[in-house]
Nanobody, 123 residues
Framework: VQLQASGGGLVQAGGSLRLSCAAS????????MGWFRQAPGKEREFVAA????????YYADSVKGRFTISRDNAKNTVYLQMNSLKREDTAVYYC?????????????????WGQGTLVTVSS
């Protein structure tokens, strides 16, 4: 599966952004999806994951209650709604896909990756 992330940009602290990740192919519903992020000088970290139908979701503690992952299998798209953004949310955000669903995934658990979209939160 090929992935194309979009929706990043510059936003003030406390603001919101919605990221999208469009997938190619006709088997999107066979993939669990995830969002990861990487800040300058830091390792890539898990943000959120969603199961094949969207029935199960999992979040990193740092974004729980502020971010929401969702998917529309008819549109082959996964979303990340980010509210109450903080400066520490500044990073390049990547979407990822894998046939398996993990509740606490590592980057190595995902086989397909998008190109990343930059989110910058200013104070």
């Amino acid at each position: 599966v090929q992935l194309q992330a979009s929706g990043g940009g510059l936003v003030q602290a406390g603001g919101s952004l919605r990221l999208s990740c469009a997938a190619s192919g006709r088997t999107f519903s066979s993939y669990a999806m995830g969002w990861f992020r990487q800040a300058p000088g830091k390792e890539r970290e898990f943000v959120a994951a969603i199961s094949w139908s969207g029935a199960s979701t999992y979040y990193a503690d740092s974004v729980k209650g502020r971010f929401t992952i969702s998917r529309d299998n008819a549109k082959n798209t996964v979303y990340l709604q980010m509210n109450s953004l903080k400066r520490e949310d500044t990073a390049v955000y990547y979407c990822a896909a894998d046939p398996r669903f993990y509740s606490d995934p590592k980057p190595s658990d995902f086989g397909s990756w998008g190109q990343g979209t930059l989110v910058t939160v200013s104070s």
